[in-house]
């Protein structure tokens, strides 16, 4: 979802925050099982022209066992980010992510994207556009535990590491829904797969007003 500079200064002369359509932000622990809820709700809504599923632009390569997301190296990213490819940047555990530009002009224009977030964003999101949706898929420490050990990438201090950092961070508000993946995907699944129905039918009243 790359898009030229010159989309995101005409984006940047508007208003903001952007109106029209809603962006769902999903937040959580690593091991809580974002990409595979969201990969849930591809499937569930796989012919939904109104949703947007973000692919993100991550410095690391992409490989089977994490999300499928463009990549590019640290210079690289710099560049792009000093030319406005990105609505929204972030650092995070050594690397660097970003949320490509068209998604400003999804929600402008009545849509629903949807994208993987850190929640150190979320005030930023809030400036930006005026309908969010928070999703915060969570897990028992237990699980995490498992998952992050089950990835093989960190070693067991680092994954204590992350464990903290977990719980160190608590989301409130309004806009925010809090879904418990520690059991069989589908349930979590479905529980997100109805936010997104609410926001569909939430940017389609928004839009005829």
């Keep these: 979802m790359m898009v030229s500079a010159l989309l995101e200064r005409e984006l940047s002369a508007e208003r903001f925050p952007i109106r029209n359509g809603v962006f769902v932000a999903v937040v959580g622990p690593s091991g809580a099982g974002k990409d595979t809820v969201i990969g849930y709700a591809k499937g569930r809504f796989a012919d939904e022209t ?48 970003g949320l490509p530009a068209d998604v400003d002009w999804a929600v402008a224009n009545g849509h629903v994207a949807v994208a993987n977030v850190s929640r150190s964003v979320i005030p930023a999101l809030r400036e930006r556009y005026a309908n969010l949706a928070v999703v915060e898929i969570t897990a028992t420490p237990e699980i995490l ?43 979590a699944g479905e529980r997100f797969a109805e936010v997104l129905r609410k926001a569909m039918a939430f940017s389609d009243l928004s839009s005829m007003i």
Excluded: M, Q
């Excluded at 210079?75 to 555990?93: I, K, N, P, S």
């Design 50 to 97: 109104r949703l947007e599923f973000v692919r993100r632009v991550i410095t690391r390569p992409s490989d089977a066992a994490s999300e499928d997301h463009d990549t590019l190296a640290d210079a690289a990213f710099a560049e792009a980010e000093a030319d406005g490819a990105f609505a929204l940047c972030w650092d995070a555990h050594g690397l660097r992510y």
């Design 145 to 187: 535990a498992e998952r992050l050990a089950a990835r093989g990438r960190e070693s067991r201090g680092e994954v204590l590491a992350r464990l903290a950092r977990s719980t160190s961070i608590a989301l409130s508000g309004p806009d925010v829904t809090s879904i418990d993946n520690s059991g069989a995907k589908d349930i």
